[in-house]
């Protein structure tokens, strides 16, 4: 499911690997240090606090691995007047008499509330490959769905602020 990225995705996490081992790593140790000299191990809460920040960094650390490890590395180029990865794209939704503007990401990406939904998502995966003006019809379980029509599509460069999700 997480194995479609983009090379900014892998670059981003690489990153942030790089900054968890010598940033994060670093000064969970000292914290785990500092907490471990006050005493008795066994009612130390700022031991147990250090070890469970220390963890999750090496948890985080080893999710990122992983998931460079076992990517398949998906283009994020499209053509000029159609949808695709990376794009801005303001649609209608007839149901609703209501306009929205999505920008398409990976799924390690996607926020829906910051309006970045995933090309895996029913929407995103309807969008793809559609042209302004396009009706698409959005399927969400069998034969169920919505309409909803392009209105405008806005290549946008990926500048790396959208985060890589994770805990």
Known sequence: M??????????KMEEEIEYRKLVVRKEALEDVKAARAH????ENFEYHAAKKVKNRNESRI????????TAVIISDESAEDEVGM???VEVFFE???LTETYKLVTTVREDSLKGLISTESPLGKALLGHK???RVFVEL???????VVVKKIENTVDDGTDKIRGY
């Open 2 to 11: 997480y194995n479609e990225l983009t090379r900014q995705d892998i670059q």
């Open 39 to 42: 005493g008795d191990l066994s």
């Open 62 to 69: 080893r999710y990122l691995e992983r998931m460079i490890r």
């Open 86 to 88: 990376n794009n801005t």
């Open 95 to 97: 149901g609703d008499n």
């Open 132 to 134: 302004v003006g396009d």
């Open 141 to 147: 379980a069998g034969r169920a769905g919505y309409y």
